[in-house]
């Protein structure tokens, strides 16, 4: 019979933007998606993800039943390293085929008893033989904040490790870092709308118009309708630069030294706002000191930045009455990801451009839910709510609430996702469980990480399709995108708002809170563990649940998120939310200032590897691709193509749409080649969604020695023209190991 039409209101699952979604849907699908004006977020408008980027729900190739390689039915245990070697041969560049069936990878579908008895046996296993240093486990930025809750719940409490981590790691972990140590708070200190009351405004390191387009098209209309002046640092000629006043064409990796030369001029030219200096910040002095050698025409011998150029956006700056930094992962994605962002820190600092509307730090989080995964706790040093896990009384308050003995919750500070991985080898992580997260196309210098999921002895996926990365897995647990369940997802601009189910998950594939809640009572009736809870009647009850601890949850319940949503802290039921931060004083006490040094980028081009490849996204894309890949979106952007500037290719007798083969000291891959003045001479873009040419082949592993994350940003590679022959058969041309 078929089923009256409804509507849906929920939450975009692509970026951090967090706009409203009404999904249309007739017959449990959904037809159409619009987005009401009334939403304060988007007011209506919508980019092309979350208009029309839903029908990966449908997709022929998403898995909806659970599936456990064959060994482990057999009971077989010897076969598992040999089984996952049947895995496809995700050798050249092609990380793995779209076409492979399952059955092929020596698959069994299962029911959800098997397959949850057997995770259950097999992790319980590798956790008596090897303890809670041999499991790890991948949140995810994707899924929900109670999902995210419930996981690192789980692993904390029952497998008592904090080897948690998520794709935080590998986007704004240098932001955090730098906010925590500066502020003592590492989210947007203020909304996103606000960008209307800005006088100038600085967008560094983000391509806000394919990252967060809503965002971009708010920041169009403060410059056209408002007035504001932009100030655009960024080494690619993105979009927003047609709106700019100036735009400062830096070199990628070279940050500290504009920044820092920015500040330079500020001190130099007196424009530094002395009354909030002395009442808001501590270590001025020395940090005036360190300036010193950061003049304009040092930072322009690095970046290539004119020195004038520095002087005018550093004055345009400081003189504003209301400016605002908004930046994205061109700051945090370096080896000295830390240091740049803490260098914008300090000219919000210097002039006094925080703790009021229409100013702020502002570092615009990628992932629909990157903001709440964090805030839960899915990381390796923080509980829920940011509460360091060797911090004083924090794990016992933990404990008190997950039934767990004095003293059961680990204190150690947890693996991040980086070394999870690199920490895969006998005697270190044995058993790596994810939930919707694709290390295998998201980590940096792939061929090192495939050399790593190898020496896994247990994977288990949580995902929609059959990614690069569980292709690897031992086990399938299927689970249901967005528009099957209930939650709630934070956004870049603390925003907590309701996801709602559409319809009922296709096929056997379950919400991925109920799936750890099932999974969590067998290894609990397993270990003998004490019993926390996991039979949640709703997943409103498990947020009030990390809500009674979490005070910047505490005021949030799922009534009163019913509309808009509300902005954190939310510090009790009456409270209205909090768009703008550290009004009267940071949660540190005082804004912390810390002298810099320039530290250049791990790898520099050389005469062998000439050109600095960036890496970043596409507007119809979403990160590794799992869900845009699999929707009409691909047919908009359906390859990867490199980015280079004419003078560039002129030299490398490279024409736009010829095949060209990058390569770098980590691998290679094949792409077309698109002649472009949006990047700058001697630098090449590459797009990270297509696993045909990966992108996070070239990249470094790199890391910054604070955040731990890698240098996606910066790497030195060469790039050759190839045939069209090369293109269709990429093997023929690779010579570096596998790829
Ligand atoms: Fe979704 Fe972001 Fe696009 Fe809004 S801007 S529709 S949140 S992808």
Redesign the pocket.
């Given at each position: 019979m078929l089923k009256p039409e409804k509507i849906t209101t929920t939450t975009?699952?692509?970026?951090?933007?967090?706009?409203t979604?009404q999904l249309h849907v007739k017959d449990d699908f959904i037809y159409r998606v619009t987005s009401p004006y009334e939403s304060p977020v988007?007011h209506g408008n919508?980019?092309?993800?979350?208009?029309f980027?839903y029908d990966f729900i449908y997709h022929p190739q998403r898995i909806t039943v659970p599936m456990v390689r064959r060994y482990l039915l057999d009971g077989t245990s010897d076969k598992v390293l040999g089984t996952r070697k049947d895995a496809p041969d995700i050798g050249n560049q092609s990380l793995i085929p779209n076409h492979l069936s399952p059955s092929s990878w020596d698959w069994v579908e299962t029911d959800w008893e098997t397959a949850l008895d057997l995770t259950a046996n097999k992790l319980v296993e590798i956790y008596r033989r090897d303890g809670s240093d041999a499991m790890a486990v991948y949140c995810c930025a994707k899924a929900t904040n109670e999902d995210n809750y419930l996981l690192q719940k789980m692993y904390r409490a029952i497998f008592r490790t904090n080897n948690v981590d998520h794709c935080t790691r590998l986007c704004h972990a240098g932001s955090v870092v730098a906010l925590q140590q500066a502020v003592g708070s590492s989210a947007m200190s203020n909304s996103a709308a606000e960008v209307i009351q800005n006088d100038v405004f600085i967008v560094t390191g983000s391509n806000t118009s394919e990252n967060?387009?809503?965002?971009a098209l708010q920041m169009k209309e403060a410059v056209r309708k408002h007035g504001a002046k932009l100030i655009v640092i960024d080494p690619r000629r993105i979009e927003l630069v047609d709106f700019a006043e100036l735009w400062l064409p830096l070199k990628p990796g070279t940050n500290v030294p504009v920044f820092s030369a920015m500040a330079h001029v500020i001190v130099k030219e007196n424009l530094v706002n002395w009354d909030f200096v002395n009442r808001r910040t501590e270590g001025v002095e020395e940090f005036i000191a360190s300036l010193d050698k950061f003049t304009p025409e040092y930072a322009e011998s690095i970046s290539g930045v004119p020195a004038d150029l520095i002087r005018r956006a550093a004055r345009l700056y400081a003189t504003a009455q209301n400016a605002a930094i908004y930046w994205g992962m061109g700051i945090s994605q370096l080896s000295h990801g830390t240091a740049s962002a803490l260098a914008l820190i300090h000219l919000a600092f210097l002039t006094g451009h925080i703790g009021r509307p229409g100013t702020g730090l502002n570092p615009l989080r990628g992932q629909?839910n990157v903001q709440g995964a964090s805030d839960m706790g899915a990381m390796p040093f923080h509980f829920p709510g940011y509460m360091r896990v060797d911090g004083p009384g924090n794990a016992e308050q933990w404990e008190k609430l997950w039934n767990i003995e004095p003293g059961g919750l680990s204190r150690k500070l947890g693996l991040t996702t980086t070394e999870i991985l690199s920490h895969a080898h006998p005697g270190g992580i044995r058993a790596l469980y994810i939930m919707g997260e694709n290390p295998l196309m998201s980590e940096p210098n792939l061929n090192e990480t495939r050399r790593h999921m190898e020496q896994l002895e247990f994977i288990v996926a949580q995902d929609l399709f059959i990614t690069e990365s569980a292709a690897f897995a031992d086990v399938f647990l299927p689970a249901t995108p967005f528009a099957e369940k209930d939650g709630t997802f934070t956004n870049t601009d603390r925003r907590i708002q309701r996801v709602r189910a559409a319809h009922p998950p296709r096929g056997l594939s379950r919400r991925d809170s109920d799936i750890i809640s099932a999974l969590a009572l067998r290894l609990e009736a397993r270990l003998a563990r004490p019993s926390a809870k996991w039979d949640y009647a709703h997943p409103s009850e498990i947020l009030r649940e990390m809500a009674s601890v979490n005070p910047d949850y505490a005021g949030v319940t799922y009534e009163r998120l019913e509309k808009v949503g509300l902005i954190y802290p939310v510090p009790d039921e009456t409270h209205p939310g909090t768009p703008d931060l550290f009004l009267e004083t940071f949660p540190r006490g005082r804004g912390k200032f810390t002298p810099l040094d320039y530290v250049p980028s791990a790898e520099l081009p050389d005469d062998e590897y000439p050109f600095i490849l960036t890496t970043g996204r596409v507007l119809e894309h979403?990160h590794t691709g799992s869900m845009t890949r699999h929707s009409k979106l691909d047919e908009l952007y359906p390859e990867a193509l490199i980015e280079i500037h004419p003078a560039d290719a002129e030299i490398h007798g490279i024409a736009d749409g010829m095949p060209v083969k990058v390569s770098s000291r980590r691998g290679s891959v094949i792409l077309r080649a698109t002649v472009t003045e949006k990047t700058t001479v001697g630098v090449v873009f590459i797009p990270f969604h297509f696993h045909e040419a990966a992108a996070n082949l070239l990249t470094n592993d790199a890391l910054d020695p604070q955040a731990k994350i890698p240098e996606f940003k910066a790497c030195a590679v060469q790039v050759f023209p190839a045939r069209e022959h090369d293109l269709q058969n990429p093997a023929a041309l690779m010579e570096r190991g596998r790829y």
């Amino acid at each position: 019979m078929l089923k009256p039409e409804k509507i849906t209101t929920t939450t975009c699952p692509y970026c951090g933007v967090g706009c409203t979604l009404q999904l249309h849907v007739k017959d449990d699908f959904i037809y159409r998606v619009t987005s009401p004006y009334e939403s304060p977020v988007n007011h209506g408008n919508l980019c092309v993800k979350g208009r029309f980027g839903y029908d990966f729900i449908y997709h022929p190739q998403r898995i909806t039943v659970p599936m456990v390689r064959r060994y482990l039915l057999d009971g077989t245990s010897d076969k598992v390293l040999g089984t996952r070697k049947d895995a496809p041969d995700i050798g050249n560049q092609s990380l793995i085929p779209n076409h492979l069936s399952p059955s092929s990878w020596d698959w069994v579908e299962t029911d959800w008893e098997t397959a949850l008895d057997l995770t259950a046996n097999k992790l319980v296993e590798i956790y008596r033989r090897d303890g809670s240093d041999a499991m790890a486990v991948y949140c995810c930025a994707k899924a929900t904040n109670e999902d995210n809750y419930l996981l690192q719940k789980m692993y904390r409490a029952i497998f008592r490790t904090n080897n948690v981590d998520h794709c935080t790691r590998l986007c704004h972990a240098g932001s955090v870092v730098a906010l925590q140590q500066a502020v003592g708070s590492s989210a947007m200190s203020n909304s996103a709308a606000e960008v209307i009351q800005n006088d100038v405004f600085i967008v560094t390191g983000s391509n806000t118009s394919e990252n967060h387009p809503i965002i971009a098209l708010q920041m169009k209309e403060a410059v056209r309708k408002h007035g504001a002046k932009l100030i655009v640092i960024d080494p690619r000629r993105i979009e927003l630069v047609d709106f700019a006043e100036l735009w400062l064409p830096l070199k990628p990796g070279t940050n500290v030294p504009v920044f820092s030369a920015m500040a330079h001029v500020i001190v130099k030219e007196n424009l530094v706002n002395w009354d909030f200096v002395n009442r808001r910040t501590e270590g001025v002095e020395e940090f005036i000191a360190s300036l010193d050698k950061f003049t304009p025409e040092y930072a322009e011998s690095i970046s290539g930045v004119p020195a004038d150029l520095i002087r005018r956006a550093a004055r345009l700056y400081a003189t504003a009455q209301n400016a605002a930094i908004y930046w994205g992962m061109g700051i945090s994605q370096l080896s000295h990801g830390t240091a740049s962002a803490l260098a914008l820190i300090h000219l919000a600092f210097l002039t006094g451009h925080i703790g009021r509307p229409g100013t702020g730090l502002n570092p615009l989080r990628g992932q629909n839910n990157v903001q709440g995964a964090s805030d839960m706790g899915a990381m390796p040093f923080h509980f829920p709510g940011y509460m360091r896990v060797d911090g004083p009384g924090n794990a016992e308050q933990w404990e008190k609430l997950w039934n767990i003995e004095p003293g059961g919750l680990s204190r150690k500070l947890g693996l991040t996702t980086t070394e999870i991985l690199s920490h895969a080898h006998p005697g270190g992580i044995r058993a790596l469980y994810i939930m919707g997260e694709n290390p295998l196309m998201s980590e940096p210098n792939l061929n090192e990480t495939r050399r790593h999921m190898e020496q896994l002895e247990f994977i288990v996926a949580q995902d929609l399709f059959i990614t690069e990365s569980a292709a690897f897995a031992d086990v399938f647990l299927p689970a249901t995108p967005f528009a099957e369940k209930d939650g709630t997802f934070t956004n870049t601009d603390r925003r907590i708002q309701r996801v709602r189910a559409a319809h009922p998950p296709r096929g056997l594939s379950r919400r991925d809170s109920d799936i750890i809640s099932a999974l969590a009572l067998r290894l609990e009736a397993r270990l003998a563990r004490p019993s926390a809870k996991w039979d949640y009647a709703h997943p409103s009850e498990i947020l009030r649940e990390m809500a009674s601890v979490n005070p910047d949850y505490a005021g949030v319940t799922y009534e009163r998120l019913e509309k808009v949503g509300l902005i954190y802290p939310v510090p009790d039921e009456t409270h209205p939310g909090t768009p703008d931060l550290f009004l009267e004083t940071f949660p540190r006490g005082r804004g912390k200032f810390t002298p810099l040094d320039y530290v250049p980028s791990a790898e520099l081009p050389d005469d062998e590897y000439p050109f600095i490849l960036t890496t970043g996204r596409v507007l119809e894309h979403w990160h590794t691709g799992s869900m845009t890949r699999h929707s009409k979106l691909d047919e908009l952007y359906p390859e990867a193509l490199i980015e280079i500037h004419p003078a560039d290719a002129e030299i490398h007798g490279i024409a736009d749409g010829m095949p060209v083969k990058v390569s770098s000291r980590r691998g290679s891959v094949i792409l077309r080649a698109t002649v472009t003045e949006k990047t700058t001479v001697g630098v090449v873009f590459i797009p990270f969604h297509f696993h045909e040419a990966a992108a996070n082949l070239l990249t470094n592993d790199a890391l910054d020695p604070q955040a731990k994350i890698p240098e996606f940003k910066a790497c030195a590679v060469q790039v050759f023209p190839a045939r069209e022959h090369d293109l269709q058969n990429p093997a023929a041309l690779m010579e570096r190991g596998r790829y």
